[in-house]
Structure formats: C-alpha cells, structure tokens
C-alpha cells in the first residue's frame, strides 16, 4: 500500500512536470499597470474594502485572517488549503494555465519561487515599496524572494539549520553531541553499535535536506543569469564535502530507512529509533504537537560542522506569501501580505508557534529568552537565532527547483537502497536537471 | 485417544438439529448442497479473509487510541485509553466540524453522481438490449472501447475543459464526470439481454402498454438485480473517487471524504503542521462504515445479481 501511494505521488509530480512545461510556454503576460502603489492607496482600498482568497497551508494564518477582519471589516480573506507542498503547486499552475480560478495571494516555499516568479505568474511587490524591506528580513530568506531588483513575495517563515537529539539516548550511551559531521559520523557508528535498532538519523534521500547540506558546505550547485542556468552536482565543493561523509553513513548502513514525515518517522522520533534531526527552526512546533511522547527527550544544538571551529549554517524549508499576477485585486492582496508577514500579523504567528524571518523578532529579548518546556526548559531560540545569522548568501536554487525535487529519488535515491553511489546518483540528478532546462528552453552548462 | 470417530457431528449449517441416530451414520452422499470439504481451500480461503480483514482490524483497533498512544504502542493489539468516542467526537468537531460537511458532499456525489451514473446505465443498458437500430455495432464499439480507458487519464482533459466553462470547484466537476459509467451500461446491457424475456415486453405491448410503462412495469422489476449491482458498483466508485476531485476541487468546503481525509494527514508534512493522525484513522473508520451498510443491506441483490450472470453464461 505504501509503495502504491508513492507511486500515485509520483504520477502526480510528472503531471506537475507535464503541466509546468505548458504553462511555461504557454503563460499570458497581462502585467497590467506597472505603476507605483503608495501606502495611502492601499489604506483607500482597504477602506473600500473587497474579497482576496488566499491559498496556504500554514496553520497560523487562520489567526492572521481573523484579525485582519476585524481590523479592515470591508475585506473579505477566504483562506484556502488547496494541498501542501508540490499538491499546491500543481493546482497552482493548473490554474494559471487554465487561466481561472487562480487564488490572489499563494504560499509558496522559498526553493519553489524561482519556478513561478520566472513563469511570470508573480507581481513584482517593488512597486509597492517592499524593496526598502531588505534589512526587516534575515538574510537566506530575503535572497530567496528577490531576483535581482525585483521582490516576488514577502518571506513568512523562516529554517535556519539546528541539530535536534534525544539526550536520553546520547546519554543512555555516552555519547556527545556530535559539533563537527565527522564527529556526526563516529556517533552514528558508536550508537548502532550499542543498539542495533538505534539510528543516528533517518534518511531515504530527500532533496530538500541534501540542498541544505550541499549549502552549508559552501557549496553553488545552481546558478542562474537570466537564461543561463549552471548545473554542476560532481565537482561542486559542497556536494564533494556532503558525499565524503554522507556515504559512509549510508555503506555502513547507519541511517534509518524511514522516509521523514511518514507515521513511522512520528514514532521513532518518540521512540528513540532516530537520535537526532538537522533541520530547520520550525521543527519545535512539529515536536509538541506530533512527537508529545518524548517531552523532555530532545534539545537543540548547532547544526554540526564540515570544518572544526567554523561557524556555518543553512536554511531548509521556510515559505513566502507571494501576489498572483492573474489577481484581480492586487492591491489588497498586497495589503494582506503586508500585514501578516510584515507587521501586526507577525507577532499572531509567532505565538501560534511560526519561526520569524524578520530581524526585529529574531533579535528581541522576549523571543531570546524563550523557554522551551519540550527542550527540558532550553532557550533554543538563541541558537536558531544565531543559525539564520551564519547562513551563506551566494546559494540559489535551480528555476525549476520543483521539477528537480520531484525526480529526486529516481536518481539520487537509488543510492540509499541499491549498490549505487551517492556521487553517481547525483550525477544522475543532473542529468534529469541539465535535460529539463534544456527542454524549457535555458540554456543549461553552456 | 482423543475424539472417537463418531462422535463428531456433520457440520451442516443447514440444519440444526439433527436425530441421533443419523449422528451415528452420517450421511456420506455429496450433493450440490454439502460438497465436499477441501483442507486447502478451507485454509486459502481462511488466508484470504485474514489478509482482507487484517487492516479493517487495525484500523478499529486505533480508532480507540490517542495521538500519543498511535505511536508508542504496537499497532494490533489495544493499549492506553480508550479514546474512541473521544476521537469520534473530535473528528466530528475538529476545524467547525469540516468532516461533518465533508461527509455531506460525498453524499451528494454519490447519490447525485452513482445514482444517476446507475440510471442512465440502465436506461441505455435495456434500450440496447431490447431495441434495434442501425449504429448499435458503432455504440458497443464505443462503450467497449470507453471501458478500458481509465477515468484517470482522463481527468487531466476533463479539467481544462470544465475550467474553460467555469465548472472547476463546484460539485458539478465532479457529478458530471460521475455520471458516465461505461462498464455500468456494459453490465446492464448484458444483464437485461437475459433477464427480460423479450417475449413478455412483445405480450406488454399486445395489451396496449407504452414504451415507458412497459419498462417501469415489466421490465424494471426483473432488473432489479442487476440495478443493485451497478449501483454497488457505482456507489464504491464515487465514495471512493480520489484523482478526479483532487484536480476538480480545490476550496475544502467541496471536498470529498478521501481529499479531506488526505488534507489531514498531509497537516503532519508541514512545518508547523498539527499532525492529527488518530483523527484521521477515526476518520478513515468513519468513512467506510457507510460502504460496509450499504454492503450488508444490498447483499442479497447483489449475490443474486451475479448468480443470474453466472448460470446463464
């Protein structure tokens, strides 16, 4: 069953791919008035007041829209869950292709903003004066909306990279935290081998992580000029420093084969089969609500490094709230976007449990010295704080990022369960990517 | 020694009680009714019903559980609270009580939908059995043909489609496609080719009887088995449609039980997300208890339904 439906989600990312590849030819370019929208305009549209539906799957949203009703009682939000992740990006280009019932303002993860703003399906928010917003967000994040001068959504939540573990089982087997990936590699080796069924972490190849990893090496695997896309997953520095490493976990069979998210993920992060997690800020909210059994377990450490002493971080995940081209009423759903990811709304989502990327709140003292109950009382919003300082600015992801993600485990998983190297599987990876920007048309390590 | 050889009584299920006398010498004739028993079959077909019934068991057995208890205990045997009403209760509640509304549509769909897929199925199904015209080789051509094309593929089409005449979110993307049940008309094509003597329509229409009334009247009633099982058929198809409405249907208010079901589980992959799986199990139950009714209730029509077909080749 389960592999059936892997399938069925796998069916669907190449009907992503068919329907991305028409609209990407096929788009229209209605892009209206181009003209400079002042504060005062949007506070007489909001007086005046209309309806915006809203595609997100972010669970704190509900509050932002409840309390920009009762603020601007003439605006209707309709918030709508069309699917999370690559579900809302297929309907999303469905229905910009179809050219109906494409929604105002969409939620849209950092890595997959590329691919729309570059189908010229996104309003270019400057004439807004959301370019002045440069230094209101954490670095990682601001890169990952602007192309150029141009600004395509505003950031609404941010990953900056920490090490999650069980101190129980570390403890349990004397084992430190890991502060280097080398060190990351000895723990793995000495904790499977005090307890067979104990994992140091779990991967079935996921792209997001790999990126992640990739970028925290100091790795550039995707630049793009205009056209010009440059796809190189051989001799890139950061895939070399990833796969040194990440290789031996896997020969040595020393990650659990559970594929994150799954149930199965939900029960060994409770139970001790996986020992620790490199991931993004988020993750506290997904501990309380969906791994209750381990209160008191886990804590937060810096994310382990690729050189002893450096202090280099990533992003993963973390999305944007871009405005449809196709919107009808742009201006309002602008004026929602700035409310709920750059001032009031801000704070509703922090406290229904969000990961900020703006500076003002990743700085203040209230946020710093938070206590985490689940964390056994530790203020880890000091470290994420610090994570979303250290990340490296040259990153950028390919154009057609979702694409790529959704081919993924045809190449690069392979390695994770056959006699293939990791270094051949994302040799591989390049090659599906290098052969679909071609086919759209870039021109790709020419 | 354990049991004499004649102490163990025949099991019959047809009869009860049984003389004593005869539990000494049982009856060793075979008939139609009491064929003889085979070891292997009794022990494939046991696999088979354990291999069917094993995930409905699971899935009762943590409906009763709590989010927590889902993940820290074994998954086939009961542990921690019993949480089963609680769940139902919160399923029901959960988001305004969206899967309440959820429920409601998929009704709608399937009575709307597999109802009148199952009317027009018969309609079409007796017209080509009963009547001649010319082109009746160019229809059977067409609903074979349309059989083995999977909706899936044509989903995609239909989408654009229906967007061009502004039908997508709304319950008609979902009715429409619904409707058309080639396999259905396929069935009642045939059965009605066998179950209505064409004889007694020819006598229905010596006495003066209409076209209509003689297919209200005669012909419907002796149909009646193979109606149940195209609706059964229909039924299943539409309560359990997935891709259609996963590209039709994007405001939840119009979703289906299975996107709904598959919106809540999707919550435990996000960043942030409230992983609600013991309402989703709950809900999963939930959502099957109506198809295992409507089962229990058309069984008979539906086992005679297939026997006619069967005996008469």
Known sequence: ?446 | MSAPPFTAPPRSRRTNHRAPASRRAPRRRRTADRPRRSVVLTVLMGLTALYALLPLAWLVINATKTQKNLLDSFGLWFSGDFALWDNISQTLTYDDGIFVRWFLNTLLYVVVGAGGATFLAVLGGYGLAKFDFTGKRAVFATVIGAVAVPATALAVPTFLMFSKMGLTNTPWAVIIPSLISPFGLYLMWVFAAEAVPTELLEAARVDGSGELRTFFQVALPLLTPGIVTVLLFTMVQTWNNYFLPLIMIKDPDWYPLTLGLNAWNQQASTAGGQPVFNLVITGALLTIVPLVAAFLLLQRYWQSGLAAGSVKG
């Open chain 1, 1 to 446: 069953m389960r592999t059936m439906t892997r399938r069925a989600m796998r069916g669907v990312g190449l009907l992503c791919a068919a329907a991305l590849s028409l609209t990407a030819c096929g788009s229209s370019d209605d892009s209206g008035s181009d003209k400079a929208v002042s504060g005062g305009d949007l506070r007489a549209a909001l007086r005046e007041g209309g309806s915006i539906t809203v595609w997100a799957w972010e669970p704190t949203l509900k509050q932002v829209v409840t309390d920009f009703q009762k603020e601007y009682p003439k605006v209707k939000v309709k918030l709508v869950n069309a699917g999370t992740g690559n579900d809302q990006y297929t309907a999303l280009q469905n229905a910009v292709q179809a050219g109906s019932g494409v929604p105002d303002v969409a939620q849209v993860e950092y890595y997959a903003l590329g691919q729309f703003a570059l189908g010229k399906s996104l309003e270019d928010l400057s004439r807004y004066g959301a370019d002045k917003f440069k230094d209101a967000y954490s670095p990682g994040p601001w890169n990952a909306v602007t192309v150029d001068d141009a600004v395509y959504a505003l950031p609404m939540d941010s990953g900056p990279m920490a090490l999650f573990y069980n101190k129980k089982v570390l403890d349990k087997h004397q084992i430190a935290t890991p502060t280097t990936w080398d060190e990351y590699l000895e723990a793995a080796r000495a904790l499977h081998a005090a307890d067979p069924k104990a994992y140091i972490a779990n991967d079935t190849g996921d792209a997001g992580f790999t990126t992640s990893m990739i970028w925290q090496a100091g790795g550039t695997p995707f630049k793009t000029r205009d056209t010009n896309v440059t796809v190189d997953l051989t001799n890139d520095k950061g895939v070399v420093a990833f796969t040194k490493v990440w290789q031996k976990l896997i020969d040595e069979k020393l990650l659990a084969p559970i594929s994150s998210w799954s149930d199965e993920w939900y029960k060994g992060l409770a139970d001790g089969t996986i020992a620790t997690l490199a991931t993004g800020a988020w993750m506290p909210a997904n501990f309380v609500s969906g791994v209750e059994g381990a209160s008191g377990d886990w804590r937060a450490a810096a994310l382990p490094q690729w050189k002893k002493g450096e202090e280099v971080s990533s992003e993963n995940g973390g999305s944007s709230l871009a405005v449809m081209k196709a919107s009808k009423n742009k201006d309002l759903a602008y004026a929602f976007n700035e409310y709920a990811n750059h001032s009031e709304g801000v704070q509703a989502r922090l406290e229904g449990g969000a990961f900020p990327a703006t500076t003002a709140d990743l700085s203040s003292p209230t946020f710093l010295e938070q206590t985490f109950p689940y964390f056994g009382g530790q203020k880890a919003n000091e470290i994420f704080a610090r994570s979303a300082t250290q990340v490296p600015e040259e990153w950028s992801y390919l154009p057609y990022q979702v694409y790529a993600n959704s081919v993924f485990n045809d190449s690069v998983g392979k390695a994770y369960v056959s006699d293939t190297k990791l270094i051949d599987g994302l040799k591989a990876w390049q090659k599906a990517a290098v052969d679909y920007g071609t086919e759209q048309g870039f021109d790709v390590n020419k």
